[in-house]
T-cell receptor
Framework: DAMVIQNPRYQVTQFGKPVTLSCSQTLNHNVMYWYQQKSSQAPKLLFHYYDKDFNNEADTPDNFQSRRPNTSFCFLDIRSPGLGDAAMYLCATSRVAGGSSYNEQFFGPGTRLTVL | GENVEQHPSTLSVQEGDSAVIKCTYS??????FPWYKQELGKRPQLIIDIRSNVGEKKDQRIAVTLNKTAKHFSLHITETQPEDSAVYFCAACPTDSWGKLQFGAGTQVVVTP
């Protein structure tokens, strides 16, 4: 009964080599979020999709892009990973109605990214 | 934007004692306040949440209180057990933010037997 699935769980890439992380959900939630979490820190929101509407946080680097081809899937693309991008990347989903009626955010297990 | 402060950053308690974590928020428009527990290497998991039309909510050994006037909310864990050891994050969600959560910095709770 997996709800939010992330693949891969561990990803190793080389400095500057593009990488794509994936997230899928079986909850049919309309909002999907991508967070970056570094050791001993709180999750930091990178961007979110409300349905197909993309919302970028002001301080998210241009190096990070996202795609949501359908309700179930969302991808995080890191175009040129740097050493500072090594982190846990968490996907989350939620059902939001009208922008002000929201419920629990369900997190996936995360993808731990290592940059060599 | 919303800013959430969380204290303490670390909390050590003896098994069976109570633990209290406090958070303050800045945006008076925030009206949803979840608490997440995150064990090492695992995903954050919601343990309790409260909405602004409620002052207190309890679920077994866990309770959350909200003071809208003072803009602070607290997590109370009673009869702590070693499995309560984890990092706890509070968060605030402003109205019309599409569910965007502003997290506190987290509290590392260690319960010693």
């Amino acid at each position: 009964d997996a709800m939010v699935i992330q693949n891969p769980r561990y990803q190793v890439t080389q400095f500057g080599k593009p990488v794509t992380l994936s997230c899928s959900q079986t909850l049919n939630h309309n909002v999907m979020y991508w967070y970056q979490q570094k050791s001993s820190q709180a999750p930091k929101l990178l961007f979110h999709y409300y349905d197909k509407d993309f919302n970028n946080e002001a301080d998210t680097p241009d190096n990070f892009q996202s795609r949501r081809p359908n309700t179930s899937f969302c991808f995080l693309d890191i175009r040129s990973p740097g050493l500072g991008d090594a982190a846990m990347y968490l996907c989350a989903t939620s059902r939001v109605a009208g922008g002000s009626s929201y419920n629990e955010q369900f997190f996936g297990p995360g993808t731990r990214l290592t940059v060599l | 934007g919303e800013n959430v402060e969380q204290h303490p950053s670390t909390l050590s308690v003896q098994e069976g004692d109570s633990a209290v974590i406090k958070c303050t928020y800045s945006d008076s428009a925030s009206n949803y306040f979840p608490w997440y527990k995150q064990e090492l290497g695992k995903r954050p998991q919601l343990i309790i949440d409260i909405r602004s039309n409620v002052g207190e909510k309890k679920d077994q050994r866990i309770a959350v209180t909200l003071n809208k006037t003072a803009k602070h909310f607290s997590l109370h864990i009673t009869e702590t057990q070693p499995e309560d050891s984890a990092v706890y994050f509070c968060a605030a969600c402003p109205t019309d933010s599409w569910g965007k959560l502003q997290f506190g910095a987290g509290t590392q709770v260690v319960v010693t037997p």
